[in-house]
């Protein structure tokens, strides 16, 4: 690697971790909790309660691991000439950018009236941080991984996360663009 695209490498890791936390300022100032209203934070929080997105990381975190697979994908195919480090600050930037306007007030009314999370009341900075943060593990595991794997391994995570909170990225998607009365049904049957 040259040493000028060492620099725009290095330079673009720091502007990635300046965005984050430029988002975390920026989640302040809407004030968001910085942890659970609860009083503690969690490592792992696997009930499907009022704690998920309060904690540092649920079964929601596997959808942000697959941003980064899609993430890295997408700047892969934009931006080939470019080192992997402008490439994770525009990842960061964009899942910045969605932790944001996830803790707004109109995604947060939408996830309440048009999916199961009925008590949904936006995520804690801790939570938004870790989503950032499973983002970029995910974004780097495709970078190192061959596709195949990043693809098996985004299948899994879906499948395992269908399975077992009857929620995933893909139904997170369509139920907050297009939501399926039976869908809402079935997920909240579990």
């Known amino acids: 690697m040259s040493k000028s695209k060492r620099a725009r490498n290095r330079r673009g890791f720091l502007i990635a971790a300046a965005v984050a936390l430029l988002a975390c300022a920026l989640l302040s100032l809407m004030a968001r909790p910085p942890?659970?209203?609860?009083?503690?934070?969690?490592?792992?929080?696997?009930?499907?309660?009022?704690?998920?997105?309060?904690?540092?990381?649920?079964?929601?975190?596997?959808?942000?691991?697959i941003h980064g697979f899609l993430f890295y994908a997408a700047a892969r195919l934009l931006m080939r000439r470019q080192p992997l480090g402008p490439r994770l600050a525009l990842a960061v930037a964009i899942e910045s950018a969605w932790e944001i306007l996830e803790n707004s007030p109109i995604i947060i009314d939408r996830y309440r009236t048009?999916?199961?999370?009925?008590?949904?009341?936006?995520?804690?900075?801790?939570?938004?941080?870790?989503?950032?943060?499973?983002?970029?593990?995910?974004?780097?595991?495709?970078?190192?991984?061959?596709?195949?794997?990043?693809?098996?391994?985004?299948?899994?995570?879906?499948?395992?996360?269908?399975?077992?909170?009857?929620?995933?990225?893909?139904?997170?998607?369509?139920?907050?663009?297009?939501?399926?009365?039976?869908v809402k049904q079935w997920q909240s049957a579990l």
């Open 35 to 65: 942890i659970c209203t609860c009083g503690h934070i969690e490592l792992w929080h696997g009930a499907l309660d009022s704690g998920n997105s309060q904690h540092i990381a649920d079964w929601y975190s596997l959808s942000h691991i």
């Open 114 to 182: 048009a999916t199961i999370a009925l008590g949904y009341s936006g995520d804690t900075i801790i939570n938004s941080m870790s989503d950032i943060g499973m983002m970029t593990l995910g974004f780097l595991f495709a970078a190192r991984a061959p596709a195949a794997v990043t693809i098996l391994a985004a299948i899994a995570m879906e499948l395992v996360a269908l399975y077992v909170i009857r929620d995933n990225l893909t139904l997170n998607v369509l139920m907050l663009a297009w939501p399926i009365e039976a």
